[in-house]
């Protein structure tokens, strides 16, 4: 299966909290997990990607949680700010095609 | 540097038409890839090409078409346009194959 599911769909936090998106996926041969963020009329930004065999990755406020047993990967936003307020992509890029399988994207919602 | 660009930023087309759609990729970049991203979903992945190969095909008709020029650049062609295929469509460039995926801003067609 090269599905990626993404919850929640949507997500509200106030300035300053933190904000956390889930994915799972059940292919074991995926490569490697980005998150992606994406504004109304552009295209996604690649926030941060992480191995398998790495368990946590930091970059600023933003931080990968990956659990290979569970095939599960979350995305933190620490001292989540209004400018963070966009849509949020998980994925998984599958080498054998070269393609990323993206989930089905949360819209989040940081209010001052 | 110069981001992944694309060309046209918005096109409107009637169904059966037929467009091209152009990528040029971040410099240095030797991997083309194109998603579909229909409004509220995730991008699908369309086509992946690198070293001006084919390494890639998703799940979409033969109607659409792609190839990458000796410069990487690359054209995406759908022939007898559709209703549903109107989108934002996708160019992304990366490194290598497998190597993280970085997106232009999109066309946006619309079909009538």
């Known amino acids: 299966q090269q599905q990626v599911k993404q919850s929640p769909q949507s997500l509200i936090v106030q300035k300053g909290g933190i904000s956390i998106i889930n994915c799972a996926y059940e292919?074991?041969?995926?490569?490697?997990f980005p998150w992606y963020q994406q504004f109304p009329g552009k295209g996604p930004a690649l926030l941060i990607a992480?191995?398998?065999?790495?368990s946590e990755k930091k970059e600023g406020r933003f931080t990968i949680s990956f659990n290979k047993s569970a095939k599960q990967f979350s995305l933190h936003i620490m001292d989540s700010q209004p400018g963070d307020s966009a849509t949020y992509f998980c994925?998984?890029?599958?080498?054998?095609?070269?393609?990323?399988?993206f989930g089905q994207g949360t819209e989040l919602s940081v209010k001052p | 540097d110069a981001g992944v660009t694309q060309s046209p930023t918005h096109l409107i087309k009637t169904r059966g038409q037929q467009v091209t759609l152009r990528c040029s990729p971040i410099?240095?970049?030797?991997?083309v890839s194109w998603y579909q991203q229909v409004l509220g979903q995730g991008p699908q992945f369309i086509f992946q090409?690198?070293?001006?190969?084919?390494?890639g095909r998703g799940n979409f008709p033969d109607r659409f078409s792609a190839r990458q020029f000796p410069n990487y650049s690359s054209e995406l062609n759908v022939n007898a346009l559709l209703l549903g295929d109107s989108a934002l469509y996708l160019c992304a460039s990366s490194l290598q194959g497998n190597s993280p995926l970085h997106f232009g801003n999109g066309t946006r067609l619309t079909v009538t």
């Open positions: 410099s240095g970049h030797k991997s």
């Open positions: 292919n074991t041969a995926f490569d490697y």
């Open positions: 994925a998984a890029f599958y080498n054998q095609g070269g393609k990323l399988i």
């Open positions: 090409y690198y070293e001006k190969e084919e390494r």
């Open positions: 992480i191995r398998p065999d790495v």
